[in-house]
């Protein structure tokens, strides 16, 4: 039987969240397994050499940091209330910090949303659950934006 014992739940707090959250809080529920609530602010660190002063870009990103750990607090609660669970907001690309978390923890399981972009967006905006898929060194439960069930509040 496959042992889980951590999981790991990259969220974005967009629509799609509280879905990935229940797959999360789910499994969690079946296996006994911690989960990691992670959220990956950006870094913009892009945009320095657009001539936007550094010390603004670090003042915009520590504001959504932030905002992310109170939005983080709110949203355990409210979707994993009888779990196990650590939130952490980390600064960086994406699919960098979910696969990075994930080595670092040795999660048995990432759970993650897609956008699921097409056309130009996906060209533009890449994805991030692809290539999480693409480098990740434990299974990854990808769900999609169009198979959301909205969940009642907890």
């Known amino acids: 039987m496959v042992e889980m014992k951590k999981i790991l739940c990259a969220i ?3 629509e799609v969240s509280p879905m990935v959250a229940e797959y999360a809080h789910s499994l969690s529920k079946a296996f006994g397994a911690e989960v990691i609530l992670l959220y ?3 870094s913009l660190n892009q ?3 657009f001539h936007v ?3 603004s870009i ?3 990103v520590g504001e959504i940091v932030t905002g992310a750990e109170q939005s983080m607090e709110a949203f355990i609660s409210q979707y994993l209330p009888d779990v196990s ?3 952490r907001v980390v600064s960086g690309y994406a699919a960098e910090e979910i ?3 994930a080595d670092e923890e040795n999660v048995d399981m990432i759970v993650m949303g897609t956008h699921g972009r097409k056309g130009i967006d996906r060209i533009l905006f890449g994805s991030v659950a692809e290539k999480v898929v693409k480098a990740a060194n434990c299974p990854v439960l990808t769900l999609r934006p169009f198979c959301a069930v909205h969940f009642p509040n907890k």
Do not use: I, L, M, R
């Open 53 to 55: 002063p550094p010390n």
């Open 58 to 60: 670090e003042t915009f």
């Open 85 to 87: 669970v650590t939130g």
């Open 40 to 42: 990956s602010a950006p």
């Open 12 to 14: 974005d707090f967009s």
């Open 99 to 101: 696969v990075k978390c």
């Open 47 to 49: 945009y320095v050499s």
